[in-house]
């Protein structure tokens, strides 16, 4: 069983900036495509970004696109979301996901892996 956890939530102001990472417990976790997704309360879950296995090739939200940057390190097993020029609207349970296909997937329903969530809050 894959198990993702997600660290580096927090409360931060407006204009701030966020490292979230999501652990891998998964030895090959390089076959992965890695992504991460958002929900905020009463929404549905969204995409926000995304990776295919070496890194190399990323994909945005047009929300977040030039704001956030999608990262791994597949040393260490684990997914990065640099979070920069944070707004109100990207308050939410962020969460990381974890996918076995070559295809990213927009929708949530898709990816094979979850972890449990942590929570950004941007005040204004």
């Known amino acids: 069983q894959v198990q993702l956890v997600e660290s580096g939530g927090g409360l931060v102001q407006a204009g701030g900036s966020l490292r979230l990472s999501c652990a891998v417990s998964?030895?090959?976790?390089?076959?992965?495509?890695m992504g991460w997704f958002r929900q905020a309360p009463g929404k549905e879950r969204q995409f926000v970004a995304a990776?295919?296995?070496?890194?190399?090739?990323?994909y945005y939200a047009p929300s977040v696109k030039g704001r956030f940057t999608i990262s791994r390190d597949n040393a260490k097993n684990t997914v990065y979301l640099q979070m920069n020029r944070l707004e109100p609207e990207d308050t939410a349970v962020y969460y990381c996901?974890?996918?076995?296909?070559?295809?990213?997937?927009?929708?949530?329903?898709?990816?094979?892996?979850w972890g449990q969530g942590t929570q950004v809050t941007v005040s204004s």
């Open positions: 998964e030895g090959t976790f390089s076959r992965y495509y």
């Open positions: 996901a974890a996918d076995r296909s070559e295809v990213v997937a927009t929708t949530p329903g898709l990816w094979d892996y």
């Open positions: 990776t295919e296995w070496s890194g190399g090739i990323t």
